[in-house]
C-alpha cells in the first residue's frame, strides 16, 4: 500500500511554511504480481458467476448441433459406414460440440477488456503497481477456468451422444478442454488488447469464430479434402484439439474390433503434415504453443503507453 508523509519548509523569503508531500509506491515483485494474477482471476469468475444468462445461452447453440444436427446426419453416417450401421453421428461430432461449448466463451471472455477501456476502468488497471504481464496472465487463466466449466457442464451430456462416462475419459477431456480453452482465450485477449470499439471486437469475433469451428474438423473428417481446404484445417488450432478428443472418445467405445477399425479409417483419420501422421502429443503440444505464443503478443501489446 502506498504511503505518504509531510515535511514542514519554509518558504524563501516569506516565512511561510509549506507542506512536501512524500509518497512510496511499493516495488513490483513477483508477490505482487501473483496476487494481480489472482485478483483479476477471481474478478472473472465473480462476473461470470453473476451473469447466470451468459452461461444459459452459450451452451444453447452446442445443445443444438448435437442433437438436432447429429440426429439428422446420424442416417447419412450410418450409410456410408456398411461396417458400423448401428454406430450414431451425434458421438462423432460430440468433441467438435464440446470444443464449440468453450470456443465462443472463451474468445468473448476478453470482450471485457474491450468494454473496460470504453469506460475508463482499464486505464485504472494499467496504473497498479504490478506488470502488465500479470493482468493480461489474469485475464487468460480466468478466461480459460470459465471456459472449462462450461465445458465441464456439457460433459455431463455425454450419455446423449453414447459416449461413456469412463473415468479416465472424462479426465482427459477436460484436460484436453483446459488447454483450448486458455489457447483461445489467449486468441480473444491478444485480439482486444488494441481494439478500442466493443463494436469491432464483436463484429471481428463473430467473423473469425464460426470458420475456426468449421475448420477444425468437429463436423466432418478430415480425409479426402481439397488441397486448398487441408492447408486451412492444419492452420486452425482447434483441429489439433478435436481430434485428440475424438481419438480418446473412440478409444473407449465398446465395440468389436472390425467395427472399430471401420469407424477409425472413415471418421477418425489421424492429422497429417504431406503425408506424415502428427502424434497426439505434438497436437497438443501446437496448442500450447500457439496459446503461449498468442498471450505473449498480447502482453507486448499491452506494455505499449495507453
Not at 504480481?33 to 483479476?40: T, Y
Not at 473415468?167 to 485477449?189: E, N, Q
Not at 488494441?194 to 464483436?202: D, G
Not at 502424434?279 to 505473449?296: E, Q, R, T, Y
Request: aromatic residues 12%; proline residues 6%; contains cysteine.
Amino acid at each position: 500500500m502506498a504511503t505518504q508523509t509531510t515535511e514542514p519548509t519554509t518558504a524563501a523569503g516569506a516565512g511561510a511554511v509549506v507542506e512536501r508531500i512524500r509518497v512510496s509506491v511499493p516495488d513490483r515483485g513477483l508477490k505482487h504480481d501473483f496476487r494481480a494474477i489472482s485478483i483479476v482471476w477471481r474478478r472473472e469468475l465473480i462476473r461470470f458467476r453473476t451473469d447466470r444468462l451468459r452461461a444459459i445461452t452459450s451452451l444453447v447453440q452446442p445443445f443444438l448441433f448435437l442433437f438436432i444436427l447429429g440426429t439428422g446426419l446420424s442416417r447419412l453416417a450410418g450409410s456410408n459406414l456398411p461396417h458400423a450401421a448401428n454406430f450414431d453421428f451425434k458421438t462423432f461430432i460430440f468433441p467438435g460440440v464440446l470444443a464449440m461449448s468453450v470456443l465462443f466463451t472463451a474468445i468473448f471472455s476478453a470482450a471485457s477488456i474491450v468494454w473496460d477501456r470504453e469506460f475508463g476502468f482499464l486505464r485504472e488497471i494499467l496504473v497498479a503497481p504490478v506488470s502488465r504481464g500479470a493482468i493480461v496472465i489474469g485475464k487468460c487463466l480466468g478466461g480459460a477456468t470459465i471456459a472449462t466449466f462450461q465445458g465441464v457442464i456439457f460433459l455431463c451430456l455425454a450419455w446423449f451422444a453414447h459416449v461413456p462416462y469412463d473415468p479416465l475419459l472424462i479426465l482427459g477431456l477436460i484436460g484436453m478442454l483446459l488447454l483450448l480453452s486458455f489457447t483461445l482465450t489467449a486468441f480473444g485477449v491478444m485480439m482486444a488488447a488494441r481494439i478500442r470499439q466493443f463494436q469491432a471486437f464483436m463484429a471481428l469475433t463473430q467473423m473469425l469464430v464460426m470458420p475456426l469451428f468449421f475448420l477444425s474438423g468437429a463436423l466432418y473428417p478430415l480425409n479426402g479434402l481439397p488441397a486448398w481446404l487441408t492447408v486451412l484445417t492444419r492452420l486452425d488450432p482447434l483441429t489439433y484439439v478435436v481430434g485428440p478428443m475424438r481419438h480418446l472418445v473412440f478409444s473407449h467405445l465398446s465395440v468389436p474390433a472390425p467395427v472399430a477399425a471401420a469407424i477409425n479409417a472413415h471418421l477418425a483419420p489421424a492429422i497429417t503434415w504431406v503425408g506424415w501422421p502428427v502424434p497426439l502429443w505434438l497436437s497438443l503440444g501446437i496448442v500450447g504453443i500457439m496459446g503461449l505464443g498468442m498471450m505473449s503478443i498480447a502482453i507486448a501489446e499491452f506494455a505499449k503507453t495507453e
